[in-house]
């Protein structure tokens, strides 16, 4: 394989389940699991491609080495775009650009953090990156070092053939899991619009506090090491089995390290590791934008400087849009289609963008402080349902609640109650799709359909306490969707959700 190509770890599965993580108007077979291993992952790709008769478009084994302005960009927008296939450069005109390569570019290892690294120590070193499976690690003593859902991961993996792993930690971080309360899957039950509504209406300590304890009645993350209510700096992943590797002891926590000798770790608390075979830098990934000319990739350090996160306002012509440079609280790739779906409108003159001393106004309101440590993403981070609104809105799709309590009740409970799946901005405006209702209220029939493989006799009758439910709610989303409709959301901070 090239080396130069990105691939995923063998065992890798989503962190979304696949409602919530599908197209807006190609739903995951119904046979397929809630959370997907990469492979089926790759199949549901391959089916949407051919459904809509994609693969004639696409140019695959191609790379992009240069995007650059043409010299008359000011009055047509072109972009000069130089590729190259089977060892052969072609330059070509294109009138306007989706950058669609995300945050995940190049490997983020901050050698001259970890003293001796590089210059003492006699084991192995390298980026998550280049991890595949873990074979290559039997009988090692592994430090992992980083936190993230990646390090996480493959402690976990390596913790079943690695004689040892060691897991270095600097910030709190709390762990949860993919099963919610009676094993739905956690984004089904938690990225709904009611939730989001209580997320704007009550204190933040409040819900801070809440979540806290939510988190906490899994496992105390004190006792474990991981994190503390008091941590106003931390990070959520998801992971079902590193409480268990933790408590077997298959996994030891460490704090940050200080320095590598050579055998050696050296951590901040004073403690040190004896005898480290491999060292697996889990520290992200930074995303340069190489092959963009420095006169626009300087033009945005990260997606602060973009407007919604999307465009540079600053170009003569909008005809260049950054695609994925969230980090969201759901489903990247529901993110990515919707700001697709939004700058095609542009680019086609469908939906229109506000001046440039209008987009450089909001730009500068919203901009937060850049953050000093690029794995940490703080700067990429949203709420899902914020975000996926504001471009809706944008694009002219976004679901009114109001309009269908009035037209629908069925479905606007369903919206505002159930899952925030794609779905729903598929109900209105430019790209309607007929089966979108229905695919929100059979939802929870594909989520369940998997599990299905045994008969178990469960005689209970839910309905109607159900329907009792349905008309009890409905003062409450009346009054919701007024209260949204009046006042807009405030805003949301890291500390709200995990991203999945």
């Given at each position: 394989m090239d080396s130069r190509r990105f691939s995923v770890y063998h065992s890798v599965i989503t962190n979304t389940s696949k409602e919530m993580s599908c197209f807006s108007d190609f739903p995951c077979p119904e046979d397929f699991p809630s959370y997907l291993p990469h492979s089926l992952l790759?199949?549901?790709?391959?089916?949407?491609?051919?459904?809509?008769?994609?693969?004639?478009?696409?140019?695959?084994?191609?790379?992009?080495?240069?995007?650059?302005?043409?010299?008359?960009?000011?009055?047509?927008?072109?972009?000069?775009?130089?590729?190259?296939?089977?060892?052969?450069?072609?330059?070509?005109?294109?009138?306007?650009?989706?950058?669609?390569?995300?945050?995940?570019?190049?490997?983020?290892?901050?050698?001259?953090?970890?003293?001796?690294?590089?210059?003492?120590?006699?084991?192995?070193?390298?980026?998550?990156?280049?991890?595949?499976?873990?074979?290559?690690?039997?009988?090692?003593?592994?430090?992992?070092?980083?936190?993230?859902n990646t390090g996480g991961d493959l402690s976990v993996e390596l913790s079943h053939v690695a004689a040892k792993v060691f897991l270095s930690v600097r910030?709190?971080?709390?762990?949860?899991?993919?099963?919610?309360?009676?094993?739905?899957?956690?984004?089904?039950?938690?990225?709904?619009?009611?939730?989001?509504?209580?997320?704007?209406?009550?204190?933040?300590?409040?819900?801070?506090?809440?979540?806290?304890?939510?988190?906490?009645?899994?496992?105390?993350?004190?006792?474990?090491?991981?994190?503390?209510?008091?941590?106003?700096?931390?990070?959520?992943?998801?992971?079902?089995?590193?409480?268990?590797?933790?408590?077997?002891?298959?996994?030891?926590?460490?704090?940050?390290?200080?320095e590598f000798t050579e055998s050696s770790a050296v951590f901040e608390d004073g403690t040190t590791e004896e005898n480290i075979d491999v060292v697996l830098f889990a520290t992200g990934y930074i995303f340069p934008f190489s092959f963009l000319e420095e006169s626009v990739r300087s033009l945005f350090d990260d997606n602060r400087s973009l407007y919604k996160r999307i465009f540079p306002p600053q170009l003569e012509k909008p005809t260049l849009a950054i695609i994925g440079l969230v980090q969201l609280t759901g489903s990247v790739m529901v993110g990515a289609e919707m700001q697709a779906r939004w700058v095609t409108g542009v680019f086609a003159g469908w939906n229109k963008l506000p001046p440039t001393s209008k987009m450089m106004a909001d730009v500068l309101k919203k901009k937060p402080p850049v953050e000093s440590n690029p794995s940490e993403r703080k700067n990429l981070k949203m709420s899902f349902i914020s975000y996926i609104d504001e471009i809706a809105s944008c694009a002219g799709i976004k679901p009114s609640v109001l309009k269908l309590l009035l037209t629908d009740p069925r479905l606007a409970l369903a919206i505002f109650f159930g899952p925030c799946s794609p779905y729903q901005y598929r109900l209105v405006g430019r790209g309607?799709?007929?089966?979108?209702?229905?695919?929100?209220?059979?939802?929870?029939?594909?989520?369940?359909?998997?599990?299905?493989?045994?008969?178990?006799?469960?005689?209970?009758?839910?309905?109607?306490?159900?329907?009792?439910?349905?008309?009890?709610?409905?003062?409450?989303?009346?009054?919701?969707?007024?209260?949204?409709?009046?006042?807009?959301?405030?805003?949301?901070?890291?500390?709200?959700?995990?991203?999945?």
């Open positions: 790759m199949e549901y790709f391959r089916m949407y491609a051919r459904h809509f008769d994609l693969l004639r478009h696409i140019r695959f084994k191609t790379t992009v080495l240069s995007v650059r302005k043409r010299p008359d960009f000011a009055t047509t927008g072109q972009w000069e775009v130089v590729t190259e296939a089977n060892g052969a450069q072609k330059l070509h005109i294109f009138d306007a650009v989706m950058v669609c390569t995300g945050h995940y570019q190049e490997p983020y290892l901050p050698l001259a953090s970890f003293p001796g690294i590089d210059t003492r120590f006699k084991g192995r070193y390298l980026h998550s990156r280049e991890y595949k499976d873990a074979e290559a690690f039997r009988g090692k003593r592994v430090l992992v070092v980083g936190i993230g910030s709190s971080t709390w762990v949860v899991s993919r099963l919610s309360d009676q094993g739905f899957p956690l984004d089904m039950i938690n990225t709904t619009r009611f939730n989001h509504f209580l997320d704007w209406l009550l204190p933040s300590a409040l819900m801070r506090r809440i979540r806290f304890r939510k988190f906490n009645s899994w496992f105390n993350h004190a006792n474990y090491g991981l994190a503390s209510t008091k941590s106003s700096n931390f990070k959520v992943i998801v992971n079902e089995e590193l409480p268990f590797c933790l408590l077997s002891g298959t996994i030891v926590l460490k704090s940050n390290v200080k309607k799709w007929r089966g979108a209702r229905e695919a929100i209220l059979t939802q929870w029939q594909r989520t369940l359909r998997p599990l299905r493989t045994r008969v178990a006799d469960d005689s209970s009758d839910s309905s109607s306490s159900w329907h009792w439910m349905c008309f009890l709610v409905l003062p409450v989303a009346l009054t919701a969707g007024f209260l949204f409709s009046k006042y807009p959301p405030l805003g949301w901070s890291p500390q709200a959700g995990p991203h999945l």
